[in-house]
Nanobody
Framework: VQLQASGGGLVQAGGSLRLSCAAS????????MGWFRQAPGKEREFVAG????????SYEDSVKGRFTISRDNAQNRVYLQMNSLKPEDTAVYYC????????????????WGQGTLVTVSS
């Protein structure tokens, strides 16, 4: 599967952005989908994940209550709605697909999008 992330940009603290990830292929609904981010000088970290049926979601503690992950299997898309953004959310955000369910470790993901930059100004 090929992944294409979009929707990043520059936003002021407290603002919102919606990231989108478009997937190619007809097996999209077989994958656990995740969003990761990588800030300068830091390791890539898990942000949010969603199971194939969209029912179960997981979030990194610092984004709980502010970010919402969702997916549309008919459209082969996964989204990350980001509200109440903070300067520490500044990073390149990546969408990724894993064969493993409830995958939080980047090493378990087989496919990655190219990343989209989110910059939050204070």
């Amino acid at each position: 599967v090929q992944l294409q992330a979009s929707g990043g940009g520059l936003v002021q603290a407290g603002g919102s952005l919606r990231l989108s990830c478009a997937a190619s292929g007809r097996t999209f609904n077989r994958y656990y989908m995740g969003w990761f981010r990588q800030a300068p000088g830091k390791e890539r970290e898990f942000v949010a994940g969603i199971r194939w049926n969209g029912v179960s979601t997981s979030y990194e503690d610092s984004v709980k209550g502010r970010f919402t992950i969702s997916r549309d299997n008919a459209q082969n898309r996964v989204y990350l709605q980001m509200n109440s953004l903070k300067p520490e959310d500044t990073a390149v955000y990546y969408c990724a697909a894993s064969y493993r369910d409830l995958a939080y470790d980047a090493r378990t993901y087989s496919y990655w999008g190219q990343g989209t930059l989110v910059t939050v100004s204070s």
